[in-house]
């Protein structure tokens, strides 16, 4: 017998106390239930409906019937039971269409049809999130102040040949919110948020001298986006430009080799003279 009601759960036919049928609460096995969500469901997970676990419970016997609860509003499949017993794995599911944003509510009724006797299951929170972290937006980057007028070589030498950018605060930050950063269309390395007893931890970002060498002359601007737990993905930050001159010859090393160059020609001129005076005196010897 398979059909869709939706009487109210205050509709229902509450049992006594000794004939409680042991309900097991329910699961929602592809929500994240963790420190800092609870039954936080990806956004993957949106277009298709949405699996309930749940055991069957003591009084359990076939013929008996459950359905699920959703916001206290009974929804979906009536499951008849058949050859399940008590401890056997049961699953409902909830419609595609019913998983919106908000903060919902999941239980279901068990109901013995011959007298007509219901019980309903504790619930399980779920969330679900569509809204992308950072609004109204993303703020730039903060890089070493003297990165302001082009990173030179010698520049990044001072600073242990890695390159550290700072990532501020941002609406709807949580541990594990996954960072990627751009360097014009060219993607960094990136890094993933944590926590520490305090709070949300600094957020920082390591670039290398072998990435930033492999950008060559790069003049641009370096944004990043955030990825949040449930999947949703930022828009761009606001950028950071960004000169690099780290394949420009220092100044002071063109000067050395000026210098280097006119040490060798008045060396030469010099060699040259010599040679010419020493021709000359073997001319003048010969006559």
């Known amino acids: 017998m398979n059909s869709s009601s939706n009487t109210k759960t205050s509709e229902r036919t509450n049992i006594e106390q000794d004939q409680n049928p042991g309900l097991v609460t329910p699961t929602v096995p592809a929500a994240i239930y963790d420190e800092d969500h609870e039954g936080l469901l990806p956004i993957a997970m949106l277009n298709k409906p949405l699996r309930v676990e749940f055991a069957g419970?003591?009084?359990?016997?076939?013929?008996h019937t459950c359905q699920l609860l959703w916001d206290d509003t009974l929804i979906g499949e009536i499951k008849t039971i058949t050859t399940e017993n008590h401890g056997d794995p049961l699953f409902l599911e909830v419609p595609a269409d019913l998983l919106v944003e908000g903060v919902h509510r999941i239980a279901y009724r068990a109901t013995n049809t011959y007298n007509g006797v219901s019980a309903d299951s504790t619930a399980v929170r779920l969330e679900i999130v569509q809204t992308p972290p950072g609004l109204p937006q993303l703020a730039p980057m903060k890089f070493p102040e003297l990165v302001e007028c082009g990173l030179t070589s010698l520049e990044l030498d001072d600073l242990g040949d890695q390159l550290i950018?700072?990532?501020?605060?941002?609406?709807n930050a949580y541990q594990l919110d996954e960072i990627r950063t751009f360097w014009g269309d060219i993607e960094g390395p990136g890094t993933v948020v944590r926590k520490t007893e305090s709070g949300i931890d600094r957020i920082m970002v390591t670039y290398t001298k072998e990435f930033l060498l492999s950008l060559g002359s790069f003049n641009g601007p370096v944004t990043y986006t955030v990825q949040d737990r449930a999947g949703n993905i930022s828009a761009p930050s606001m950028g950071t430009h960004i000169q690099l001159l780290l394949n420009d010859q220092p100044e002071c090393t063109q000067s050395l080799d000026v210098a280097n160059s006119i040490n060798s020609t008045h060396h030469m001129n010099n060699v040259v003279d010599i040679t010419l005076r020493l021709q000359s005196s073997q001319d003048i010897r010969s006559k």
């Open 57 to 63: 419970w003591l009084a359990i016997r076939a013929g």
């Open 165 to 171: 950018a700072e990532i501020g605060s941002y609406a």
